[in-house]
């Protein structure tokens, strides 16, 4: 090793493992010795220690340095393995990903070792012929790393690859639903029978993205199909909930709107998470139905949209005055961790009538004095005479309350979120209140 030999390759086919593991740091460590890494390159096909970290990680990368269309073969065929461990087999895959623009940093001991930008089609064409094996891999990993390089490759998945994904229970949703989509971009014509088999999956979500591609894919079926999911006890609200979208949309039709005109004629049935999205689908197609008020947005939200709301929002802006847990957010308004705990009614009054009921210590005041003094901040509390006011560096003041000459109102620092926020808004944002039940 000190002297830089090649002959060192030779041990690479020592029977013992510790043996062959040295070899291979002899060969690609520090400056590694050139002449000997189309050898350690193509023990990776070849080895029988298939699963020692530090030798296959040396192996995939020596093949990364040679970035010839062989190597890329041989690292996209360890890929495939399923003898081997996954976090190996991402290895190779992340090495398959930056083989056209390896950068300037070794992938396995961090070397400054540059190395130039290659064609980008070895790596395309190795991935290829590997696609389908990988796609319905048992792994949800090497199934969504797989569809990621498929993407950055710009590879246009096979039609049969991405009907077995498609079909696949096993594979993660977010994999199925991208096959969905593909093949709908593909008009194959398996995908009806794909969509099919996607309404009898267990995910909400592969059945809802089904039902929106059927709707421009074929929507007279599509409405079938909306019919089916509105009167089912299987569906969920999210479901029901994009069904009466489509409605209003993509299957806006004569059809569609003797569906509205049905669920409107018996509309105190409706259930109360649905009322929102039925007069605003009626309201688009410009049928008469009772005006969507905010009790409607007491149920039906979605949390994880409500909290993206409650952080994001530019004109809402939630998180600038409040904390929904310790350390994070601002004490201007009340810490909503606990909010969970209180009622939903409780979150709409709040969010569209703050000043009806102000958390006591959240409320704004000004004081006159007899002295002509002003005071003014947040009421804190008033007992036995004194009142208490906190200003904005968080000091407390104290006044006797026969020294006051004049008050104001107490009023609530937040502004009425109705005129801010839509009903649809309201509604998630109340769903992702209700998950917040920490003990206080």
């Known amino acids: 090793r000190r002297r830089a030999d090649p002959k060192v390759r030779h041990f690479l086919y020592s029977p013992f493992k510790n043996v062959v593991a040295e070899a291979a740091r002899a060969i690609h460590d520090d400056w590694s010795i050139p002449n000997a890494i189309p050898a350690l390159a193509r023990s990776l096909a070849t080895t029988k220690w298939i699963k020692d970290e530090g030798f296959i990680k040396r192996a995939i990368n020596a093949n990364f340095h040679l970035g010839t269309p062989e190597a890329a073969t041989r690292v996209a065929d360890y890929t495939i393995r399923a003898d081997v461990p996954e976090e190996l087999r991402l290895n190779a895959l992340d090495a398959l990903r930056q083989w056209s623009k390896p ?23 190795a991935v290829y012929k590997k696609l389908t094996n990988l796609l319905i891999d048992p792994s949800q990993k090497i199934q969504s790393e797989a569809m990621a390089l498929a993407r950055l490759l710009k590879i246009e998945i096979p039609g049969e690859a ?33 969509i099919t088999s ?22 007279v079926l599509a409405l079938d199909r909306v019919e089916v999911v509105l009167s089912s006890n299987k569906a969920n609200t999210l479901e029901k909930q994009t069904a009466l979208a489509l409605l209003g949309g993509d299957l806006a039709s004569a059809k569609g709107d003797s569906i509205l005109n049905l669920l409107l004629n018996s509309f ?28 409607h947005t007491l149920e039906g939200g979605d949390a994880d949209r409500g909290r993206n709301l409650f952080m994001n929002h530019i004109a809402a802006q939630c998180i600038r005055c409040h904390k929904v847990k310790d350390g994070k957010g601002s004490d201007i ?12 009614g409780h979150h709409l009054e709040a969010i569209v009538d703050p000043q009806k009921t102000i958390t006591e210590g959240y409320g704004s005041i000004s004081l006159t004095l007899e002295n002509g003094q002003s005071i003014a901040g947040l009421f804190k509390s008033e007992m036995k005479g004194v009142i208490e006011i906190k200003d904005a560096e968080g000091v407390i003041t104290k006044v006797v309350s026969e020294n006051v000459k004049e008050r ?25 209140l209700s998950t917040l039940k920490s003990k206080k």
């Open 408 to 432: 104001t109102p107490v009023i609530s620092t937040m502004p009425p979120m109705g005129a801010i926020l839509t009903k649809r808004e309201i509604r998630d944002i109340i769903e992702y």
């Open 333 to 344: 308004g009340p810490n909503l961790k606990s909010a969970g705990l209180q009622g939903r």
């Open 198 to 219: 996607a309404f009898e999956s267990k995910e909400h979500s592969i059945r809802i993205e089904a039902l929106k591609i059927l709707a421009k894919f074929n929507p």
């Open 268 to 295: 105190e049935e409706c259930p109360p998470s649905l009322k929102l999205d039925l007069t605003e689908a009626a309201a688009v197609r410009q049928i008469n139905a009772p005006d969507p008020n905010f009790t």
């Open 103 to 125: 950068g300037k940093l070794d992938r396995v001991v961090g070397r400054y070792r540059p190395l130039s930008d290659r064609d980008p089609a070895i790596a395309t064409n």
């Open 162 to 194: 991405l009907v077995a994904v498609a079909k696949n229970e096993s594979s993660i949703p977010a994999l199925r639903i991208e096959a969905l989509r593909a093949l709908a971009t593909q008009k194959n014509e398996k995908l009806l029978a794909c």
